[in-house]
């Protein structure tokens, strides 16, 4: 059994910064984790993802932005979040796939407000 789970969400003020990070319990190792997003009224989005060894990649729309990374623990992951936008605001989601299974956390809430 693997259960994602965030933090790091809150409100902050447009041009500020988050770190948000995803931590996963039990055995099984991420081969990939990724974060997506979900904003009010629209489709869950993909944000940002690292793989194993550590190789990044961007949605456009953070590109510059954000920085993902793996922590210590084979199972951990954050998402370096600066100059955020209203746009910015959502639900943020950790997934992680591990022996061909996709799992996904309960999500953090972001929103970029003044």
Do not use: H
Not at 68 to 75: F, I
Not at 97 to 114: A, D, E, H
């Amino acid at each position: 059994q693997v259960q994602l789970v965030e933090s790091g969400g809150g409100l902050v003020q447009p041009g500020g910064s988050l770190l948000l990070s995803c931590a996963a319990s039990g055995s099984i190792r991420m081969n990939f984790m990724a974060w997506y997003r979900q904003a009010p009224g629209k489709e869950r989005e993909f944000v940002a993802s690292i793989t194993n060894g550590g190789f990044p990649s961007y949605n456009d729309a953070v590109k510059g932005r954000c920085t993902v990374s793996k922590g210590d623990g084979r199972n951990t992951m954050y998402l370096q979040m600066t100059n955020l936008g209203p746009e910015d605001t959502g639900v943020y989601y950790c997934n992680g796939v591990g022996l061909g299974t996709q799992y996904w956390g309960q999500g953090t809430q972001v929103t970029v407000s003044s």
